[in-house]
């Protein structure tokens, strides 16, 4: 069973409009959400994280926001640039889990100019 | 800093052969982790260490070893390969052995088992 979801492969969004990417969970032991983008050939890079106290959190162009009681976190980009374009990936780690972090599948992210 | 390397970045093996992945991190971090990334999915964990001289299963271990060898290096062997190895493998280091802080991945290593 999947407990971390993306459930769209793709998302396509004209430059300088927002991006919304979307994720489920489903373990209630989940504490921390992350983030990561990824370019065709490299390793993933962290974006930003949220911890479940909090209900959003913001760094420049990208904020991320949690809602516990549906266990969904979403990730908002505005305004959306052509460098933006990547894969993009849920994690979420739970306090007992020893640094370990639980991966969606990833939503490819095309910024069109 | 270098951050988090990994060699070698492509290998093909045909099946039964051996190798070992190389992973090495300058961060001064705690935990390592092995990861592999198939086609359409997300990142599943092999193996982790949480500290120098502790290792740990993961989601799919079956089929790899690993060795914690010091601080900076965790290597991840293979003994036998099979075709269902063929996958993009990605080492990741944290500072942090609880849940809190980002993990630092190397570039891959594309591993092809023919």
């Known amino acids: 069973d999947q407990q971390v979801k993306q459930n769209s492969p793709s998302l396509s969004v004209q430059e300088g409009r927002i991006s919304i990417l979307n994720c489920d969970y489903t373990n209630s032991m989940f504490d921390y959400f992350l983030w990561y983008k990824k370019y065709p050939a490299e390793g993933p890079t962290f974006l930003i994280s949220i911890s479940s106290i909090k209900d959003k959190n913001e760094d420049g162009r990208f904020t991320v926001f949690l809602n516990k009681s549906a266990k969904h976190l979403s990730l908002h980009i505005v305004p959306s640039q052509p460098g933006d374009s990547a894969v993009y990936f849920c994690a979420a780690s739970a306090n007992t889990n020893a640094g370990k972090s639980t991966f969606g599948d990833g939503t490819t992210l095309t910024v069109k100019p | 800093n270098a951050g988090v390397t990994q060699t070698p970045k492509f290998q093909v093996l045909k099946t039964g052969q051996s190798m070992t992945l190389q992973c090495a991190q300058d961060?001064?971090?705690?935990?390592m982790y092995w990861y592999r990334q198939d086609p359409g999915m997300g990142l599943r964990l092999i193996y982790y260490?949480?500290?120098?001289?502790?290792?740990d299963k993961g989601e799919v271990p079956n089929g790899y070893n690993v060795s914690r060898l010091n601080k900076r290096e965790f290597s991840l062997r293979l003994e036998s390969a099979a075709p269902s190895q063929t996958s993009v493998y990605f080492c990741?280091?944290?500072?942090?052995?609880?849940?809190?802080?980002?993990?630092?991945f190397g570039p891959g290593t594309r591993l092809t088992v023919t």
């Open positions: 260490s949480a500290s120098e001289g502790t290792t």
């Open positions: 990741a280091s944290s500072e942090a052995s609880t849940n809190l802080g980002e993990q630092y």
């Open positions: 961060m001064n971090h705690n935990s």
